[in-house]
């Protein structure tokens, strides 16, 4: 049997090692995982409160636009302005656009792919407020342009593309307001609710640049009835109410916002910046001088960086676009000394946050980039949708 065993043939099985196409394929993985991990990670980290960059952009805009605006106001200040090149006004204005565009797509690409998120957004007291922000930027983009004359039907169709969503959020928030009494407004009010007076405010002046008068004095009275509300109900909230997160302190500063942008929609409305727009003018000036002198309420929300500090830009932004057309009605040098005083610190604190951001931003990539392209232990990782 032994000699039997010894004399067969012995047959070695060689396994070759050549590379194939299912080999080769692992090397072509990491940049779709790459891709797909970064596609995934911005929709899922992007919400309606990155509205606020192009809400503070459009909103810079719209002041550069009244600062360069002719006038006949003979203080020099006024004079320099007026002869600025209209390519800085041309590119702040595309910037704006384009900032507003991208962040209107990621969204959209977010309702479509992540639909759970956004709807969690639209029902939490906090969040639901952000969502008229795109809106509002889009009528303050629409009011600082220089290319689209407000009598045109471009104009006009942009406008009611951009009112439909906020009525439709009005009588979301109000109705809930309405129907369901003080309680549920004195625990869900917070000083993000103002976003939805102030998407009323935009659209009023709005369809004042349009004449269209009784579209304005609509909106306007829907906007000054629910901000007194608003306004009372958060001056003497209940201890026990739903507060703000630390890192939301800034939001506070929309304070500033309403009554400034109200006092310019009630100037396009009667013609002129009356009686009642300055008063609105000083509660907007008087809460800005507030806030400014309590920097401990906000020590805690600086000490690192989130998109909540663009909080500060746009109300500071409106209140000096109030103080530009207040400073073309009294004509004084206090006026025009306060109108470069809040024109200088909007453009510094825009300019700041701008640079920051960029940095930010470059340094999150890079750490993203090295993140996603590290070693894949399993095929399909998980977090990424199949």
């Given amino acids: 049997m032994d000699d039997q065993r010894q004399s067969q043939p012995q047959i070695q099985i060689t396994v070759d090692h050549a590379p194939t196409k299912d080999a080769a394929q692992p090397h072509c993985e990491p940049l779709t995982i790459i891709i797909r991990r970064s596609s995934s990670l911005i929709l899922t980290k992007f919400h309606a409160g ?30 320099v ?3 600025l090149p ?31 998120m956004v709807k969690n957004e639209f029902f939490n007291h906090v969040g639901v407020n952000y969502l008229f922000a795109p809106w509002i930027s889009w009528l303050l983009l629409l009011q600082s342009s220089r290319f689209i004359v407000p009598s045109t039907i471009s ?73 007194l509300v608003l306004f009372v109900t958060l001056y003497q909230r209940l201890s026990g109410s739903s507060g703000l997160p630390v890192m939301l302190r800034p939001v506070f500063f929309l304070f500033i916002a309403t009554p400034s942008i109200a006092s310019l929609a009630w100037e396009s409305i009667s013609g002129n910046f ?13 809460l800005f001088m507030s806030l400014v002198c309590r920097p401990a309420l906000f020590k805690r929300s600086m000490r690192k960086f989130n998109v909540a500090w663009w909080a500060y830009p746009f109300p500071l932004t409106v209140l000096a676009v109030a103080s530009t ?27 700041a946050l701008l640079i920051i951001t960029a940095l930010t931003s470059n340094i999150y990539v890079l750490t993203s980039h090295k993140l996603a392209s590290s ?6 990782p998980p977090g990424i949708p199949r």
């Fill in 155 to 227: 104009y006009q169709v942009l406008w009611f593309a951009s009112v439909i969503p906020i009525v439709v959020l009005d009588i979301k928030i109000y109705g809930q307001w309405f129907t369901k009494g003080p309680r549920l407004l004195s625990t869900m009010a917070n000083p993000a609710s103002q976003l939805s007076v102030i998407g009323n405010f935009a659209a009023a002046r709005a369809a004042a640049q349009m004449g269209w008068r009784e579209c304005a004095l609509c909106m306007f009275s829907l906007g000054i009835t629910h901000y």
């Fill in 50 to 79: 990155h509205f606020r960059i192009s809400l503070s952009l459009c909103s810079q805009v719209l002041l550069w636009k009244t600062l360069g605006e002719p006038t006949n106001d003979a203080h020099a200040f006024r004079r």
């Fill in 375 to 380: 070693p894949v232990q399993t095929p399909n």
């Fill in 274 to 286: 009356d009686v009642s727009s300055k008063m609105l003018f000083f509660l907007s000036l008087f």
């Fill in 325 to 351: 057309k207040y400073a073309q009605e009294v004509r004084g040098g206090r006026a025009h000394g306060l109108m470069l005083l809040l024109s200088l610190l909007s453009v510094l604190v825009s300019l």
């Fill in 86 to 116: 209209s390519t800085a006004f041309v590119f702040l204005w595309s910037l704006a656009l384009f900032t507003l565009l991208s962040q209107s797509l990621v969204y959209t690409l977010r309702c479509l792919f992540r639909f759970e």
């Fill in 81 to 83: 302005l007026s002869m």
